[in-house]
């Protein structure tokens, strides 16, 4: 089956930790996601690419970083920079860009201790 | 830049009556609306999208949404709902610049009651 996969579903970190949230998709889409959600706040974009070996900020990427070096792979790093890590984490692809249907991940659920 | 108000952020509905979900929008131009719905712990799956042509859209799993201009809506409608439609709803609004992102609603959670 085509989809979206993340992992884990739940991870805990320590502050002071950098951890990375997996996302991976056999749709052969092109663009990729993450967005961070938080209870009565919507989806926030951190990060988008949308060819291999290219990202983009979007508008909290500030204490995350990503990597594209294979198309169906674009994981996520929460750096100890990020002050409040503690979200669920989405991720998404589509065919090309914005306008296109987004399909999304399960989710990560990040809690900082 | 664009942006979308979800004015409702929890609404509750007897199963087998009417629902309808309010958007607003902002944006000068053509705005590409979109919906989608997120059943809890879950990703988000589009229900139905706008870009042009007939107003009234027709989605997945019985619902639909009518753009209307002069009101900057975009409202989401099912004649009858179903328990399994508990869950939340995000509008969200595009534009064909380039890289522009979308603009997410801040969601608005429907609950069924029996």
């Known amino acids: 089956d085509g989809g979206i996969t993340q992992s884990p579903k739940y991870l805990f970190r320590k502050e002071g930790q950098n951890v990375t949230l997996s996302c991976e998709q056999n749709?052969?889409?092109?663009?990729m996601y993450w967005y961070r959600q938080d209870p009565g706040q919507g989806l926030r974009l951190i990060y988008y690419?949308?060819?291999?070996?290219?990202?983009q900020k979007g508008d909290i990427a500030e204490g995350y970083s990503v990597s594209r070096e294979k198309k169906e792979s674009f994981p996520l790093t929460v750096t100890s920079a990020q002050k409040n890590p503690t979200a669920f984490y989405l991720c998404?692809?589509?065919?090309?860009?914005?306008?296109?249907?987004?399909?999304f991940g399960p989710g990560t659920r990040l809690t900082v201790l | 830049a664009q942006s979308v108000t979800q004015p409702d952020i929890h609404i509750t509905v007897s199963e087998g009556a009417s629902l309808e979900l309010r958007c607003n929008y902002s944006?000068?131009?053509?705005?590409?609306l979109f919906w989608y719905v997120q059943s809890p712990g879950q990703g988000l799956q589009l229900l139905l999208k706008?870009?042009?042509?007939?107003?009234l859209v027709q989605g997945i799993k019985g619902f639909e949404a009518e753009f209307k201009r002069s009101q900057s809506s975009f409202n989401l409608r099912k004649p009858s709902v179903h328990w399994s439609d508990a869950a939340e709803y995000f509008c969200?609004?595009?534009?064909?610049?380039?890289?522009?992102?979308?603009?997410f609603g801040k969601g608005t959670t429907l609950s069924v009651s029996s």
């Open positions: 998404a692809s589509s065919l090309q860009g914005f306008l296109d249907e987004q399909f």
């Open positions: 969200a609004v595009g534009t064909n610049q380039a890289g522009t992102a979308l603009i």
């Open positions: 690419s949308q060819i291999v070996n290219d990202f």
């Open positions: 944006y000068g131009a053509t705005p590409y």
């Open positions: 749709l052969n889409h092109d663009a």
């Open positions: 706008y870009f042009s042509g007939d107003t």
